[in-house]
């Protein structure tokens, strides 16, 4: 199982990036799957979530901010961020929900003022 994340930067706040998670290994439109994010010093949390069917779930924090999406035909998971804030600046990683147990590498969001 691999999964590589894909499109993190620098943005400044109030701007916007589109997050790409590609999966292999396993048969991805079966799975439900998951966005997580893990800032310096804090603990991993939950941002958003997929089922294989299509429905979406985001923690509060994100809320009306961000959309999960997928496509299966490309094996891919993305997450849109608008209107970002300093506080959305972490590490963001992908996983196969809800057992967790394989983890992309993770890629970096910066937002500055």
């Known amino acids: 199982v691999q999964l590589q994340a894909s499109g993190g930067g620098l943005v400044q706040a109030g701007g916007s990036l589109r997050l790409s998670c590609t999966a292999s290994g396993f048969v991805f439109r079966n799975n439900n799957m998951g966005w997580y994010r893990q800032a310096p010093g804090k603990q991993r949390e939950m941002v958003a979530g997929i089922s294989s069917r299509g429905s979406d779930n985001y923690a509060d924090s994100v809320k009306g901010r961000f959309t999960i999406s997928r496509d299966n035909a490309r094996r891919t998971v993305y997450l849109q961020m608008n209107s970002l804030k300093l506080e959305d600046t972490a590490v963001y990683y992908c996983?196969?929900?809800?057992?967790?147990?394989?983890w992309g590498q993770g890629t970096l969001v910066t937002v500055s003022s």
């Open positions: 996983t196969i929900e809800p057992n967790r147990i394989y």
